[in-house]
């Protein structure tokens, strides 16, 4: 057995998430509203490379909206962000999504009905594909390659540039 089918084995082990047409549409509204598609770096001890993680977020006021689209997605975590520091203030509430595999078998269902993120999308579901194809749940400076390193970083900086300029066109169509 090659290396290649040891790895395509283990995904095979992984949860496969299926979700309903409705769900899909409502985890992009989520994420095309108050949501977000981004590359966290993660900066290693045992490395001269830094980690990128893949994430998918969703943050809100209303825990309960919060709760249901992690119902909706089957995985992720929920956090309590932010505490009131004034009386008309409300507590803030996020899913959060990071693992690679769950990652890209959301945005692979979702992907059709995004507009606005589609470019992030893309773009991290590379980033996900690349980190499961090596098998990776950390970085390993014997294993890692450079060229993997260097295109990694690369989506993380084409990710943030597009987010950013997402900011500002909302803000010009309002």
Request: proline share 3%; net charge positive.
């Amino acid at each position: 057995m090659s290396q290649q089918q040891v790895v395509d084995t283990r995904l095979v082990k992984q949860v496969h998430i299926d979700l309903p047409r409705d769900s899909r549409l409502i985890l992009a509204w989520a994420l095309m509203t108050e949501g977000s598609i981004v590359v966290r770096v993660c900066h290693l001890k045992s490395s001269a490379y830094e980690g990128y993680i893949p994430v998918l977020s969703f943050t809100s006021t209303d825990y309960n909206l919060t709760a249901k689209v992690r119902e909706l997605a089957g995985c992720g975590y929920i956090y309590h962000v932010k505490v009131p520091k004034h009386p008309r203030e409300r507590d803030t509430w996020r899913w959060s999504l990071h693992r690679a595999h769950e990652v890209l078998q959301i945005l692979e269902q979702i992907y059709p009905f995004l507009i606005v993120k589609r470019e992030q999308a893309l773009l991290t579901m590379e980033l996900c594909r690349l980190k499961i194809e090596r098998g990776a749940r950390g970085y390993n400076q014997f294993r890692h390659r450079r060229s993997t390193f260097y295109r990694e970083q690369a989506i993380r900086n084409q990710v943030t540039t597009l987010n950013r300029a997402h900011k500002s066109w909302g803000a010009v169509m309002q």
